[in-house]
């Protein structure tokens, strides 16, 4: 493998590790502003407690959802290579250092991506499950009458 197939590879990896960053913070603003949407329905809607159950269920999954996406952007500042390495050395240190071995910084950036994209998988599920136990408290709400 040549050292700019290696280059490449370095570069869509951390494309590919903003893009799940992106997109975790995109759905990190959603579930909020659902939760705070889910709070104000419950607040002002007579509803039955069977829906209160199923809307709680809901609520708690994506509080469980909100975990999980802020643990896909958490900085991980551990590892003995890149830039948190770099913020530990002098300037002699640095330049007299080996030169970045790009190998293995695409095998532990790849790792990193397959880490937060799995976050991101269970955080997707969970949202989505939670859109159920919603669909479920409304219309457990309605058919027994708790939002007339």
């Known amino acids: 493998m040549s050292t700019d197939d290696l280059t490449a590879m370095h570069a869509e990896v951390r494309a590919e590790i903003t893009r799940t960053d992106t997109k975790a913070g995109l759905l990190i603003?959603?579930?909020?502003?659902?939760l705070a949407g889910a709070g104000s329905i419950a607040h002002d809607v007579p509803m039955t407690l069977p829906a209160y159950?199923?809307?709680g269920i809901g609520a708690a999954l994506l509080a469980a959802a909100a975990v999980l996406l802020l643990h896909v952007?958490?900085?991980?500042l551990g590892g003995?290579?890149?830039?948190p390495l770099w913020a530990t050395l002098t300037p002699q240190q640095l330049l007299a250092s080996e030169p970045r071995d790009i190998a293995t910084d695409v095998i532990g950036l790849s790792r990193l991506a397959a880490v937060k994209f799995t976050g991101l998988r269970q955080a997707i599920?969970?949202?989505l499950t939670a859109g159920a136990a919603f669909v479920v408290a409304a219309v457990l709400a309605l058919a027994l009458g708790g939002a007339a």
């Open 125 to 127: 599920d969970l949202i």
């Open 29 to 34: 603003a959603f579930v909020g502003a659902v």
């Open 73 to 76: 952007v958490r900085p991980r």
């Open 80 to 83: 003995r290579h890149g830039w």
């Open 53 to 55: 159950i199923a809307g």
